[in-house]
Structure formats: structure tokens, C-alpha cells
């Protein structure tokens, strides 16, 4: 098998290999580390079996109203418009994903440095983290598609060269979860599992699948397999629920066929201790708002004042 | 607005018309044949109320068991296979859809001609009734397509003519419905008005109807508000339940994003005093599996002995 040397998860071959079975640990940190908090060993043990956490109300009502109007008032901000970053819909204003919003939206770079949230980020990751990736998107009601069952660790390690699973997403919802508007999809379980998909990658291949993912999707006999062991969870519940879930855990989301908007604020953090190399699949690195390799130093927790200056 | 004397329901017009408060009733039988039975006032009052109705366990395992080895059965059967009303995968032998299936599956008219669902049609349709169209669906794991939001009703009265609200449907599960395998959605409440949709109908729409609905789809702004009033349902339960939904209530199903399929059987009654005119639309008749006019006699129900005889 033709795959770089210090590749422990070889993936977009020609020819279907077998999977992998893990070898990085799910919770990075250990000892005193781990038992520190904010989350508890049986969060920690959820965690580690299932890939996943999930706390409603995270974000108070509030808060969540303001990155509401903030993503409302980006579609006169021609900058933002202009950015690379920013994916529109065909012909329209109307703002699908704004990426790299971290560096756009101080509400939103506070927020990645909220100390609680840094504190479970270090509990889990074992290390300092910087921002990998993070976005705000807005699905609207009845149009909004889905997304094909995938690990987003195969694409970062492939595309972006992210070496080894030492990362973790937060996804905050900005409307309602309901099992209708086109809810994450989870794998309990399927974060133990690296599953190589097949297929050479083409240069420049973020440009398509940012709208379908045609590449890094498992093949049935390999999806069936995880979900008959582990099932499938659909969180539900109000806005400003917080769905934390490790880098390898398998997810999807079907369409939209609800009038209710879906619209969250999704980042991924990665550890200092992990960072990108050349991109496994042996094209050029993707655009740096996909995978950040410019500002990786060490993230630091907001302060009060920070937080009292600008709510 | 040029629209055929005695269309109650005009509708695929070339400019958006206003809705249109249904003029049927909703059980069309009254006084006594109201209240025999088998259904309870109750029931009577919910179907009246939300367009369905939702019977877990309505078929036993046994008989599920035996409908669903009748569709793989099917599969080996060249008359079955060559019959117009098969739809099966583009270049496979595996079965997608069987129309007509009444006519061809004797178990499949037993089932029809059952004397518990005659008395609950009769009742709910207050006359005889026939068969105006049949069919057995597989939709298999992953790659099991959606269905937008639409009445049946709409297609009926334009495409096939039927004339007013007075026909329903039964829509049984061979597999377990989960939130995950595109359950039937629908929409309480939306029964009782009638949505015009804009269009104009080409000849054989049908063809490319049964594949992806265009025409016939209420404008975003009709069921939105139609939502925000009932809500969406998506009753679940295991193989045997049985869904009765009123021929105008708005229903859609999501694609199946899971590896179970999803299997049902679905047939639809009329009155017999209902029966099919030249269809509103202008066009011609549909074929007779999705508009049956051909045999409208009343339905008689099984006997004892015709139940012993083939079990």
C-alpha cells in the first residue's frame, strides 16, 4: 500500500482498505488533568463511549439572539460579502456559512475563548488548542439539503493534514433543534473506528464538497456496520444548546423539509501538539479559513474585563 | 378565472389563486352508520380534527412477515416485473414500487377486502367503496429519496379527476418507522383547506411525477403558514402499524439516511359515488394503476371461508 510514512490513518486510495482501529486516545488528558473539570468523570465517560456530549441551554437566550442579528446585519457588510469565507446563496445576499468567523466577529472570537469552554477543551484535548476551523451557518426553512454520513477527521487528515485525532467540535445551535428542521445526526460509538474511504482527491476539491461531500463518505457495508452497533442520536432541543463531539465521530444531517431555519455556530478545536503537516492525500493544503495554519499559537481564556467591555 | 363548471377545487393554474375552505366533510357517514363502529367517536374526532389516524400493531409479525416475502418473491417474477405499474432501479431487478398490486396479490386483496377496515372506511366515506389505486413500496437504507409536501388530493382532482373530498388512505408499515428512515410526515389540520397549486400540467406528468413531484407542490409561503398552525407529525412504530390519512391532509417523507429500509403497503379507498370524471386539468387520464376507472364496483368483504382458504 503506496501511503506516507508516519500516516497511521491512510484514506482516499483507489481500492477499499480495511479499517482502522484507533490508536489515539479519546480524552487526551490524564491524572489530576482529567479529574479537574469543569466536566465530570461520567460526562468524561460519555464522552469517551459515545464521541459526544450534549448541554442544553448553554448559551442563554440573549446571547443567542445577538450572534442572531450579528449574521442578519453581515449581509450589508460587504467585506464580509467579498470574503472568501463566505458562501451565498446562488444569486442572492442571503448568507449560507460565514468561515473563519473567529477572526471576524469579536462576540464570536470571545466565545472560542470563554474560559469554561477552554477548560473542557484542555480536559479533553490534554494540551493548549488554537482554532482549526469555525463558522456560523444559516439553513433556511424547506431548502436547506442535507449532508452525507462522514467522519471530519478522515477530510482534515486527508485535505488538511491534520496527523492524529486530537481535535474537538462545538457546535452551538442558534434556532431550535426539532427532528424536522434537518438536526445533526450522531454514531455513538464511531469515533473508535477510522474508516478509510476510497478514491484519489482531486486538487481544489473543498470548491464542490462544501456542497456535497462526494468524497470521505464510507461505503454502506461500512456505515451499515456502525449503526447497527451503536444506533443513531438526533439531540434535540431549544437554541443555545451545545453538541461537543470528537473530531472522528460519524455524523449527517438530512434536508430541511420544515418552514423552521436551522442556523448554528460551529468551531473546531485542535491540540498546539497537533498540527497540520501536508495534506495526506498529497495535494496542496486547503485555503487556511478551512484549515487554519497561520494563527496556531496557544488560545487564551477571555478576561473579565474583556467580557464586561463589550458583553 | 377560466376554470371547468363544477370544479370545487380549481387548481395548476398559471397564477397563484387563494385557498380554498374545504366544502366536504371530513366522515361523510352520519347518525347511526356514524356511530356502529368500529371506530370510536373518539377516533371519528381526532381523524376529524388532525386528517389521520394511527393504529400500532394493526398487522400481526406473521403477516408482515409474509407480505414482505411476497416482495422479494416478486422479484423472480417476470410477469410482475414486465407489468407497467413496476417501478423498480434504474438497471437492477430490485423493486421500488408495485402499482395495481390488489390486482395481482391475492393476499394484497384479502387484506383490502378485510371486513374491520370496510366497516372503518364505510364509516369514514359513508357509502361502498372501491380501490383507486394500490401499491407495495421499498425504499432500501441510505439511498431511499424524500417526497415533498403535497395532498393527494390535489394530484387526484386534477390529474385523475376526482371530483370532491371523499376518499382516504391506508398506509400500512412492513418495517419498523424510525425518526431516521424517512417516516411519512404530515401535517394536522391541513385537511381541511384546499391549496391550489401554480402550473399548468403537461401530458404524462405522471412520468416524471412518481420520480420527483414538481407540480402539485404548495408555494413555501401556503405551507408555512399551513405548519405554523398544525405543526408536523411523524407517527413511528413497529412493522404492522397502520397510518389512515384523509386523501387532502399534506404529507411529505425525508430521505432515508439510515441503513434500515423502509418497506409499506398503501391503498386507497373512494367513494363510489366519487367516481373519477375527465381529470381538471384538461389533460387525459392517468393510466389506470395510479387512477383506477375500470373496476369501481363496490367492495365486498372477505368471508370466513376465503380467509381460511389462503391464510
Known amino acids: 500500500m503506496e501511503t506516507r510514512s508516519g500516516d497511521f490513518y491512510p484514506t482516499r486510495l483507489e481500492r477499499p482498505v480495511e479499517n482502522v482501529?484507533?490508536?489515539?486516545?479519546?480524552?487526551?488528558s490524564t491524572g489530576k488533568d482529567r479529574q479537574k473539570g469543569p466536566l465530570s468523570e461520567a460526562e468524561l465517560a460519555s464522552y469517551e463511549r459515545d464521541g459526544f456530549l450534549v448541554f442544553n441551554n448553554f448559551l442563554d437566550q440573549a446571547t443567542v439572539q445577538k450572534f442572531r442579528e450579528d449574521l442578519r446585519a453581515y449581509e450589508d457588510d460587504e467585506s464580509i460579502l467579498q470574503?472568501?469565507?463566505?458562501?451565498?446563496?446562488?444569486?442572492?445576499q442571503e448568507i449560507r456559512s460565514i468561515f473563519g468567523i473567529h477572526e471576524l466577529s469579536e462576540r464570536f472570537d470571545r466565545l472560542t475563548r470563554d474560559p469554561k469552554i477552554l477548560d473542557m477543551v484542555h480536559q479533553l484535548l490534554g494540551s493548549d488548542v488554537y482554532i482549526h476551523q469555525s463558522r456560523i451557518n444559516?439553513?433556511?426553512?424547506?431548502?436547506?439539503?442535507?449532508?452525507?454520513?462522514?467522519?471530519?477527521?478522515?477530510t482534515w487528515h486527508s485535505e488538511d493534514g491534520m496527523p492524529r485525532m486530537r481535535s474537538v467540535s462545538f457546535?452551538?445551535?442558534?434556532?431550535?433543534n426539532t427532528p424536522f428542521n434537518g438536526p445533526?445526526?450522531?454514531?455513538?460509538?464511531?469515533?473508535?473506528?477510522?474508516?478509510?474511504?476510497?478514491?484519489?482527491t482531486p486538487e481544489d476539491n473543498y470548491q464542490s464538497s462544501l456542497k456535497k461531500q462526494e468524497?470521505?463518505?464510507?461505503?454502506?457495508?461500512?456505515l451499515n456496520r456502525m449503526i447497527e452497533q451503536g444506533g443513531i442520536k438526533a439531540p434535540t432541543g431549544p437554541a443555545g444548546s451545545l453538541i461537543i463531539f470528537e473530531c472522528n465521530t460519524l455524523h449527517a444531517s438530512n434536508a430541511n423539509m420544515s418552514p423552521w431555519p436551522r442556523s448554528n455556530l460551529f468551531f473546531?478545536?485542535?491540540?498546539?501538539?497537533?498540527?497540520?503537516?501536508?495534506?495526506f492525500c498529497g495535494n496542496k493544503p486547503r485555503p487556511d479559513f478551512l484549515?487554519?495554519?497561520?494563527?496556531?499559537?496557544?488560545?487564551?481564556?477571555?478576561?473579565e474585563t474583556d467580557m464586561r467591555r463589550t458583553g
Open 171 to 176: 457546535s452551538i445551535a442558534l434556532t431550535d
Open 268 to 279: 473546531v478545536y485542535n491540540s498546539v501538539e497537533n498540527q497540520l503537516e501536508q495534506p
Open 138 to 154: 444559516f439553513k433556511p426553512g424547506f431548502h436547506g439539503k442535507g449532508f452525507d454520513w462522514h467522519s471530519d477527521f478522515e
Open 184 to 200: 445533526l445526526m450522531l454514531v455513538p460509538g464511531s469515533h473508535k473506528t477510522f474508516i478509510p474511504c476510497v478514491g484519489r
Open 291 to 303: 484549515g487554519n495554519r497561520t494563527n496556531t499559537e496557544a488560545l487564551r481564556p477571555v478576561t
Open 215 to 222: 468524497l470521505g463518505v464510507p461505503s454502506d457495508k461500512d
Open 83 to 92: 470574503s472568501e469565507g463566505t458562501i451565498t446563496e446562488p444569486g442572492k
Open 21 to 28: 482501529e484507533r490508536i489515539d486516545p479519546v480524552i487526551h
